[in-house]
Structures are given as C-alpha cells and as structure tokens.
C-alpha cells in the first residue's frame, strides 16, 4: 500500500558510503521495518531502526545517529521541513500511498453539496491524488481552490498537523474545505481556516463534517486559557525535537510570567507525556512551546491546563480570544 521507494532508498545508501544507517519509521510503516532494513544491508550499510516514536519531520534523529555514529538518517512517512545546521545527511522517503481515494471523495460531496468553491488539501500520502480529487469535484459543479506550497510543506495543497499555510493562503476565497486524510488533519484545517471542514478517509472510505468537533475542540482550549488565570505556578516546556525547539520563545513566556507576578521555571522535554510532568506537583499550569497539537489535543490528561504561547497571552490578559482565533494555533515548529 505504501510506496517505501527502497530502490531509492538504496542509491542513496550507496552513494552516501553511509557505514551505519539510522531508519525512523511512523507507527504506520513499523511492520516493514524488515523489508526497509534488508534493503539498507543489501547497500552495503549497517541498518538501526530507531524504536522512540517518530510523529513528523520535526522529528529527525540527528542526536541519536550522532550517538550512534550513523552517517545517513532514512526519515519515512514525512517531506522536508528543515534545514539541520550539523550532523548526519537525511533521506525523505514519503511513504506515498496507492490508496482508491474515490469512494471517500463520492461520499464527501453531498456533504459539500451547500458549498460552491472548496478549497482542497491533503498530506503528503496522498499528496499525489489532489489533481483526481480536483477534478471529481469540478465535475460536480464546484470550483476548486489549491494554496500553493510554503511553510514548512513541499508541495501545492499539502498540509501538516501544525501547518495550514495552503489553506490560510485561499481561506478568504473558499465557502468550505475539503481534506482527503484523517480527523487529526481535518479538524486541524477548520481551527486553521474557521470554514465549514469536511473529510474524505480514504482508509475507512469514509466522509465527515469535522466543523463541530473543531469548535468543541476550540471551547475546550477557552475552558483551559480560563481555568490557568487562576494558576499562581507555570512550568514552560521547551521541546528538544530539532523542529519544536521553540527557546527563545519559551524564555518570552518566562519572562511574561514574571512580569504577571507568577511562579515559572523552564522545563525541557524530548517527550511531552502526562505521565513524565505528572509529579511535577508544584505547578498549577503549564505552557508547551513544542507541538501545538499536544495542547489541541489535550482531553485533560495533564492534569492542569496546557496552553501554548500565544493561549498564555490571551490568559495573562495580552491578547484577546479573538485575535488568538484569527491568528491561528499553527505558527511554524522552531519559530
Ligand atoms: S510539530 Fe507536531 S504537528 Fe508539527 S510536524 Fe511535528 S509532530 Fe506533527
């Protein structure tokens, strides 16, 4: 189902001369690690799939191939997002998926039915099939709307879990989004867009209105901001994935903390988990400068409130909510 490009894969070990070879593979693609690895060896390299988790490309295992004195990253499932100043050389290999997207599609039109021009996106799996996807709907009677690349994403009409910069670009031009992809990707693009979102699954075949769940997702974010007024200690976690450091950052909020007369200190994390800041029992807040997803996707299990910067402003009476809804939870990871 996936295209592992593993002739690919293995010019490039080649011509790289890599001894060791550092793979990381998303959940997803775990069960061809050995297909993946044999292919390394046959190159002539030592293959070492990483186990820790690898959720996007802010994710590149520069500290662990140096640790292990690997000299090429095999990064699968995610496009470029960064440049890394040092360190080992890193492969994309995108993991493309030969999936029939037309069924998810056929079932998302009557949802879209209300709506004239759509504005269309999807992430790099399918990324290939937006023209299809483009044309399904033109044929029935929609225009159709593709933001061209920028952000952190590579091509025309792809999106992120943290960058919308496609759809934010045609937001003003569009009645209604469409995106092929999971609810994770949809409910992203409606809290990017604020238009009515529909998703087409090509996994389960499948089509939803996601508008509702993004405003409860939204109202949730409102309750957190709410409840850390009234937090007196803050913990700011800075992330130590190369695209979520966020320091400079995390120091602004230390600072407007201060400035408000709370208690703050600065916490790094490689992994931001409940079950990792649980004993941190001292703090009644915290602020997660890495993924943003981790506070949009927060049903509570932190304990306290987990905002991102900009929510720390709108809580500490800087920013209003509104502003905050159209600038949006999704500036770039390390900026
Ligand atoms: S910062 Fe979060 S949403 Fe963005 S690519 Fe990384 S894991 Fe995905």
Same mark, same amino acid.
């Given at each position: 189902m996936f295209s592992l490009e593993l002739e690919r894969l293995k010019d490039e070990v080649r011509a790289s001369g890599a001894g060791k070879v550092l793979i990381q593979l998303p959940f997803g693609l775990r069960p061809y690690a050995i297909e993946i690895a044999k292919a390394v060896k046959g190159a002539g390299g030592l293959p070492i799939v990483q186990a820790d988790p690898c959720y996007g490309a802010c994710d590149v295992a520069a500290w662990a191939a140096s640790t292990l004195g690997a000299e090429l990253i095999a990064h699968y499932g995610h496009s470029k997002m960064l440049e890394l100043p040092s360190g080992p050389a890193v492969i994309y290999l995108e993991a493309r998926m030969d999936i029939d997207v037309r069924e998810a599609l056929?079932?998302? @039109?009557? #949802? @879209?039915?209300?709506y004239s021009t759509i504005g269309l996106a999807t992430t790099v799996? !399918?990324? !290939?099939?937006?023209? *299809?996807?483009?044309?399904? /709907?033109?044929?029935?009677? !929609?225009?159709?709307?593709?933001? +061209? =690349?920028g952000g952190l994403v590579a091509y025309d009409g792809q999106? @992120?879990?943290?960058? *919308?910069?496609?759809? +934010? =670009?045609i937001r003003d031009q569009v009645d209604a989004i469409l995106v092929i992809g999971s609810k994770f990707h949809a409910i992203g693009a409606s809290i990017a867009t604020g238009k009515p979102?529909?998703? =087409?699954?090509?996994y389960e075949c499948i089509a939803e209105d996601v508008s509702r769940e993004a405003a409860r997702v939204l109202a949730r974010r409102y309750a957190s901001i709410q409840e850390a007024r009234g937090a007196r200690s803050f913990g700011v976690i800075v992330g130590l994935k190369p695209g979520q450091m966020k320091l400079q950052q995390a120091i602004r909020a230390l600072e407007l903390l201060r400035e408000a007369e709370k208690e703050a200190i600065l916490l790094a994390a490689n992994e931001v988990r409940p079950e990792y800041l649980a004993d941190f029992t001292c703090l009644d807040a915290l602020v997660n400068t890495a993924c943003p997803r981790l506070s949009l996707e927060d049903?509570?299990?932190?304990?306290?409130?987990? #905002?991102?910067?900009?929510? /720390?402003?709108? =809580? #500490?009476? @800087?920013?209003?909510?509104e502003e905050l809804c159209r600038a949006g939870w999704f500036a770039a990871p390390g900026s």
């Open positions: 056929e079932k998302a @039109l009557s #949802l @879209l039915e209300p799996q !399918h990324i !290939h099939a937006i023209g *299809f996807a483009s044309s399904v /709907l033109k044929e029935a009677g !929609h225009d159709v709307r593709i933001g +061209r =690349a999106i @992120l879990g943290c960058d *919308f910069t496609t759809l +934010r =670009a979102t529909v998703m =087409a699954n090509p049903d509570g299990s932190f304990g306290r409130p987990l #905002l991102t910067f900009l929510e /720390l402003k709108v =809580a #500490l009476g @800087l920013m209003e909510w």
